[in-house]
């Protein structure tokens, strides 16, 4: 993000009630388009309690939201809305403010760091697998984060073939939280995934750099130089890598995998008994895992597209909408 636009919405922050949390994400983020100036900023804002943020928010900024919602129901009604239908983010879009555009997604931070430490909906999660620029982090959620980005890697290398490269590597991570979107059918670009790590490369390697590394120290990860490039990169593909790979994913995903394929209980160093889930062949873990994230990929992004349609209204509602379509059918054409 240039430095005129972070400061621009550390600006924009000051409009708000305070926030405990906030990063950028997005095309927003490094735009390299023509139309960077007309980009909608998108953010997330984590906060401690959000129906008193909202409360207070609704005070002073009662434009940023949905006409029936304020009128209706407030703060209250806006927090049911996101906790029960959607997956606890309320999006205020189209929010103008010094000549830009803004849309802030507001969550609780409990539920912020549940999802990015046990990928519960694996909705947020999959925002911050990405490159994202944190403006604001009054709880070192960027520190958490090394968790989910380290699960992101393992998950992308039980899906990945034995030799690959680092771009397909960042690829795989981006894609996992696009699995089983509805959207994807109809109103995303055909091309995001390639477009996001091909804008960002540079991005992903700042962001993985440490957890390549750890895999190489521990021999599941290789790098060959030789030939043309780029560097081709090699995995060991046995059961016992696959393993590996597998407990690095978040307990919750772990539990799942285990209801389908069976666990066992192990000892591990420190003497503590836990449950292992029983891998049969990397395929199968593989398969497995995929299965569960497209269905929870599925829910959310179901549950959140009818939470964000109510939260915006009708009109904003087509209009974000109408944009995203427009996006897709112009990648397909």
Same mark, same amino acid.
């Given at each position: 993000?240039?430095?005129?636009?972070?400061?621009?919405?550390?600006?924009?922050?000051?409009?708000?009630?305070?926030?405990? %949390? @906030? @990063?950028?994400?997005?095309?927003?983020?490094?735009?390299?388009?023509?139309?960077?100036?007309?980009?909608?900023?998108?953010?997330?804002?984590?906060?401690?309690?959000?129906?008193? =943020?909202?409360?207070?928010? *609704?005070?002073?900024?009662?434009? /940023?939201? $949905?006409? =029936?919602?304020?009128?209706?129901?407030?703060?209250?009604?806006?927090?049911?809305?996101?906790?029960?239908?959607?997956?606890?983010?309320?999006?205020?879009? %189209?929010?103008?403010?010094?000549?830009?555009? %803004?849309?802030?997604?507001?969550?609780?931070? /409990?539920?912020?760091?549940?999802?990015?430490?046990?990928?519960?909906? %694996?909705?947020?999660?999959?925002?911050? !697998?990405?490159?994202? !620029?944190?403006?604001?982090?009054?709880?070192?959620?960027?520190?958490?984060?090394?968790?989910?980005?380290?699960? $992101?890697?393992?998950?992308?290398?039980? *899906?990945?073939?034995?030799?690959?490269?680092?771009?397909?590597?960042?690829?795989?991570? @981006?894609?996992?939280?696009?699995?089983?979107?509805?959207?994807? *059918?109809?109103?995303?670009? +055909?091309?995001?995934?390639?477009?996001?790590?091909?804008?960002?490369?540079?991005?992903?390697?700042?962001?993985?750099?440490?957890?390549?590394?750890?895999?190489?120290?521990?021999?599941?990860?290789?790098?060959?130089?030789?030939?043309?490039?780029?560097?081709?990169?090699?995995?060991?593909?046995?059961?016992? &890598?696959?393993?590996?790979?597998?407990?690095?994913?978040?307990?919750?995903?772990?539990?799942?995998?285990?209801?389908? *394929?069976?666990?066992?209980?192990?000892?591990?160093?420190?003497?503590?008994?836990?449950?292992?889930?029983?891998?049969?062949?990397?395929?199968? &873990? $593989?398969?497995?895992?995929?299965?569960?994230?497209?269905?929870?990929?599925?829910?959310?992004?179901? +549950?959140? &597209?009818?939470?964000?349609?109510?939260?915006?209204?009708?009109?904003?509602?087509? +209009?974000?909408?109408?944009?995203?379509?427009?996006?897709?059918?112009?990648s397909w054409r």
């Amino acid at each position: 993000m240039e430095n005129h636009s972070k400061t621009q919405l550390q600006s924009f922050l000051k409009h708000l009630p305070p926030v405990e %949390f @906030c @990063c950028v994400y997005g095309s927003s983020l490094h735009p390299n388009r023509d139309n960077a100036k007309s980009t909608m900023v998108d953010c997330i804002l984590g906060v401690s309690d959000p129906l008193q =943020w909202h409360s207070e928010n *609704l005070k002073v900024n009662k434009d /940023h939201y $949905a006409s =029936w919602m304020s009128l209706l129901g407030g703060a209250r009604l806006v927090t049911n809305v996101a906790d029960y239908i959607g997956v606890g983010v309320h999006f205020n879009p %189209f929010v103008s403010w010094n000549d830009k555009m %803004f849309k802030y997604g507001v969550v609780s931070m /409990h539920d912020l760091v549940q999802d990015i430490s046990n990928w519960e909906r %694996f909705y947020l999660s999959g925002r911050l !697998q990405k490159p994202v !620029q944190i403006i604001s982090d009054n709880l070192n959620v960027g520190n958490v984060n090394s968790v989910n980005l380290r699960a $992101a890697i393992a998950a992308a290398l039980l *899906l990945l073939p034995s030799k690959f490269t680092e771009e397909d590597l960042y690829a795989k991570i @981006c894609s996992l939280s696009y699995m089983g979107d509805l959207r994807m *059918l109809f109103a995303e670009d +055909r091309n995001k995934v390639k477009k996001i790590v091909q804008g960002q490369f540079e991005l992903f390697r700042s962001m993985y750099k440490p957890f390549i590394q750890e895999y190489e120290t521990n021999e599941l990860l290789r790098y060959s130089l030789s030939g043309n490039p780029p560097p081709v990169l090699s995995q060991d593909c046995d059961l016992s &890598a696959a393993r590996s790979l597998v407990s690095s994913l978040p307990p919750l995903v772990r539990s799942q995998m285990g209801v389908k *394929l069976g666990e066992k209980k192990r000892l591990c160093d420190s003497g503590r008994v836990i449950n292992e889930v029983v891998i049969g062949s990397r395929q199968e &873990a $593989a398969q497995c895992m995929q299965t569960i994230l497209k269905r929870k990929v599925m829910v959310s992004s179901a +549950r959140q &597209a009818v939470s964000g349609l109510l939260a915006v209204g009708g009109v904003n509602g087509m +209009r974000y909408l109408g944009a995203k379509m427009r996006k897709a059918w112009n990648s397909w054409r």
